[in-house]
């Protein structure tokens, strides 16, 4: 069973939101983790919320998405990132098709 993160996320500085995805991914990569999506212009239905960007990553499962998001490597990238952008995220498995 795969496990999808949904991010939405408004920088407030694009470059340095340009700079957080390219050492993201990196890190994404070396716990199991694949880029799905990546939308500048996601449709909002049912929040007052309007990201600036939606992304889909899958990993291999929950653990591996939580093993991620809590390890040393995306500890300061995740501080980076919290120092000029706004971001939600939500994990859900889906079997496997």
């Known amino acids: 069973m795969s ?3 949904i991010i939405s996320v408004t920088p407030e500085d694009e470059q340095k939101f340009r700079e957080y995805e390219t050492a993201t991914l990196e890190v994404v ?24 960007f939606g992304v889909i990553l899958r990993f291999d499962s929950k653990q591996a998405v939580e093993a991620f998001y809590h390890s040393e490597d ?9 120092s000029f952008a706004k ?11």
């Not at 999506?37 to 919320?49: F, G």
């Not at 995306?74 to 919290?82: G, H, I, N």
């Open 29 to 52: 990569s070396r716990y199991g983790g694949v880029p799905v999506a990546r939308d500048p212009q996601p449709l909002v239905l049912e929040t007052d919320a309007k990201p600036a």
């Open 3 to 5: 496990a999808y993160m």
């Open 74 to 82: 995306y500890a300061p990238l995740k501080e980076f990132r919290q």
């Open 87 to 97: 971001a939600h995220a939500l994990v859900i498995e889906a079997p496997e098709q």
